[in-house]
């Protein structure tokens, strides 16, 4: 145990056998099944869950449904005051948690830490929320009134997260679901369990801290049966749903079907254009670490490049060339560059991605592979690869959650923006120029069709600041930063009549 993970589990209060269900620090047996999380870092078993079912989903509902009723009712600095003690306990185990996150879902060490800290900011985010929550107040056309629009909380709101951000998703809805005074439900992904019973702990803890009662933050472990049960439930009137636009799209029907809400984070296809104008390091610089960060499993990784034929075998030979010095092992080594893909089904769609692009003409300029021998024995370790594609081609159409880049050539801005818009999905983009105008018709409305669109920046690595989330096919919604909050609460309009007349609106006369 080189890294110290044993210790780190301890401290976090992951046991061999944990249960799944918990309405905070009351845990619920269920007898089902355990799911074993293994480590794609090394192969081992880490603990297993034991996965929940009808009846402690039931249980947890119920006393969920009572605690909002306590919980809407503090006030929200009040509320506030919680969510930042909850931002000061990460704080505490952040360097505990980035490992466990880094050992169970396999990105770098760094980047673990880094997710914690995203927990930590949105936490101070959502505080600072906490005395905010504005409405607008209008003006009556009657004499007398007043009219404003105040914001409530909805209820219980429903979580599934993906396993690429096991934690850090979790954070950007509980932390302002909590603030607008809504109680969570989160069913973290069941390929990484662990991380996620780790922060159940952390949290309920300081509700319990707080005399809060159980139901304000509950969990439970499972897959899509789970999943379904949150979103035909017209208990939980917002579903925030993070993953494959496939598993979006049954969440979305599912939710619509009774007209309740959800707020869809699925795929991306991101890509970067490099201009003829690029600062060329730059582009290099945040195309590397867009495509091979994470080993190619966020929502935001860099999957196309579009670049313009004068720079295209720059860029091509810069790229070969930087990607031959990564060095791939042991995410909790900091010395390797670039870790595990999830599991080994995530190997199997990175392989046939790779047979597909080039069943479609793609040429390999660095080739993929999956990685053999010592140190790679969880079988989970995969070569960042490179070809050169076109856009039409049916896999680079379609998400690959691994790292794999597609070269894409273009001679037009116009064109380039054309092929950047032209794949289903529509979460993040970027554009490397120098060039004001080129800079500007990228943003423009005839631009970038994504949610997120960046200048000399990559794909990734958006801050919590801004409302994060993108268009067409990821679904639409938008959490963390900016306004996103709106989508916790419900907006009523309040019209107050302070005079001694009932003036009818637009003039209407209605004597008795
Ligand atoms: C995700 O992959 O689901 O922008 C989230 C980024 C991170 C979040 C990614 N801040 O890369």
């Not at 662990?194 to 922060?199: P, Q, V």
């Not at 983009?429 to 994504?450: H, K, P, Q, W, Y």
């Amino acid at each position: 145990d080189q890294f110290g993970i044993k210790k780190s589990l301890e401290i976090l209060g992951i046991k061999a056998e944990n249960l799944g269900s918990s309405t905070g620090n009351t845990w619920i047996e269920t007898k089902e099944e355990s799911i074993a999380s293994y480590s794609p870092a090394d192969g081992s078993l880490i603990a297993k869950v034991q996965v929940g079912n009808q009846e402690s989903y039931e249980a947890i509902i119920s006393q969920a449904s009572i605690a909002f009723e306590k919980w809407r009712s503090v006030p929200a600095p009040q509320r506030g005051e919680i969510v930042r003690e909850i931002g000061n306990a990460l704080r505490e185990v952040k360097s505990d948690l980035g490992k466990l996150v880094s050992y169970e879902m396999g990105k770098s060490y760094q980047e673990g830490l880094g997710e914690v800290q995203e927990m930590i900011d949105i936490c101070d985010f959502a505080v600072g929320l906490s005395r905010q929550l504005y409405g607008l107040t209008m003006h009556s056309e009657r004499p007398g009134h007043r009219m404003y629009e105040q914001w409530h909380p909805l209820g219980i709101v429903g979580i599934i997260s993906a396993f690429n951000f096991p934690v850090a998703v979790w954070s950007w809805n509980a932390a302002l679901a909590w603030v607008c005074g809504d109680v969570c439900l989160w069913k973290p992904s069941e390929k990484a369990p662990l991380s996620g019973i780790a922060c159940q702990k952390i949290a309920a803890k300081v509700f319990e801290k707080h005399g809060m009662p159980e139901g304000i933050c509950s969990l439970i472990i499972g897959d899509y049966k789970v999943g379904e049960l949150m979103s035909h439930d017209s208990r939980i009137p917002l579903v925030s749903a993070t993953g494959s636009t496939r598993m979006g799209k049954l969440v979305g029907q599912a939710v619509g079907g009774r007209l309740g809400r959800s707020l869809l984070e699925l795929g991306g296809n991101n890509a970067i254009i490099i201009t003829e104008n690029a600062d060329m390091d730059m582009a290099i610089r945040g195309a590397l670490f867009g495509a091979v960060g994470t080993a190619g499993q966020r929502c935001t990784s860099t999957r196309r490049l579009i670049i313009h034929s004068k720079v295209y075998e720059e860029v091509k030979t810069r790229l070969a060339n930087a990607y031959s010095k990564l060095v791939i092992g042991n995410p909790l080594d900091e010395k390797n560059h670039v870790g595990p893909v999830i599991d080994q089904d995530a190997v199997i769609m990175y392989l046939e991605a790779i047979s597909k692009v080039k069943s479609s003409g793609g040429k390999a300029v660095v080739e993929g592979g999956v990685l053999e021998g010592e140190g790679f024995e969880s079988g989970c370790y995969v070569k960042p690869a490179i070809y050169e594609a076109e856009n039409h081609f049916e896999i680079v159409q379609h998400e690959t959650f691994a790292p794999i880049l597609y070269l894409l050539k273009y001679n037009t801005i116009e064109e380039a923006i054309a092929i950047q818009n032209g794949v289903p999905q529509g979460l993040s983009s970027a554009i490397m120029t120098l060039n004001m105008r080129e800079a500007e018709a990228f943003l423009s409305v005839a631009g970038s069709d994504c949610g997120i669109a960046n200048v000399n920046i990559g794909t990734s690595g958006a801050e919590i600041g801004g409302a994060f989330g993108g268009e067409k096919e990821t679904g639409g919604g938008r959490e963390s930063g900016s306004d996103a909050w709106k989508a916790y609460m419900r907006r009523q309009t309040n019209t107050i009549n302070y005079s001694s007349n009932l003036p009818l609106a637009q003039g209407i006369k209605f004597d008795i």
